[in-house]
Nanobody
Framework: AVQLVETGGGSVQAGGSLTLSCTVI????????VGWFRQAPGKEREGVAA????????YYTNSVKGRFTISRDNVKQTVYLQMSDLKPEDTAMYYC?????????????????????WGQGTQVTVSS
């Protein structure tokens, strides 16, 4: 079974930066999408960013455009989320997820329950 191992969460002040990493284990990702969701207390889960592995095509939710960058290292099977100019509203549990096939729409439409694997989550806390 696929495993997604996340690292890199933590606490920073507003305006700071963090980088999350997600390593895919037990599965060779080829024609898949890997990305990040987040969920803050009392709020719905939100697709933050995703990358289509073969082409490098990316998706970002509007609130993080220009501040977050998603990238991948296919040799390491690791996807990174570089987060800069962090804001208190970015505070959430961040989850890595994989969708087999080119289903980037799962990050910005209904159906996230159809994702094929999830990481354990890593907390990001931004203080003002």
């Amino acid at each position: 079974a696929v495993q997604l191992v996340e690292t890199g969460g933590g606490s920073v002040q507003a305006g700071g930066s963090l980088t999350l990493s997600c390593t895919v284990i037990g599965y060779t990702y080829n024609e898949d999408v890997v990305g990040w969701f987040r969920q803050a207390p009392g709020k719905e889960r939100e697709g933050v960013a995703a990358v289509y592995i073969p082409a490098g095509t990316t998706y970002y939710t509007n609130s993080v455009k220009g501040r977050f960058t998603i990238s991948r290292d296919n040799v390491k099977q690791t996807v990174y989320l570089q987060m800069s100019d962090l804001k208190p509203e970015d505070t959430a549990m961040y989850y890595c997820a994989v969708a087999y096939g080119a289903r980037m729409g799962l990050w910005h439409g209904p159906g996230s329950e159809e994702l094929d694997g999830w990481g354990q989550g890593t907390q990001v806390t931004v203080s003002s």
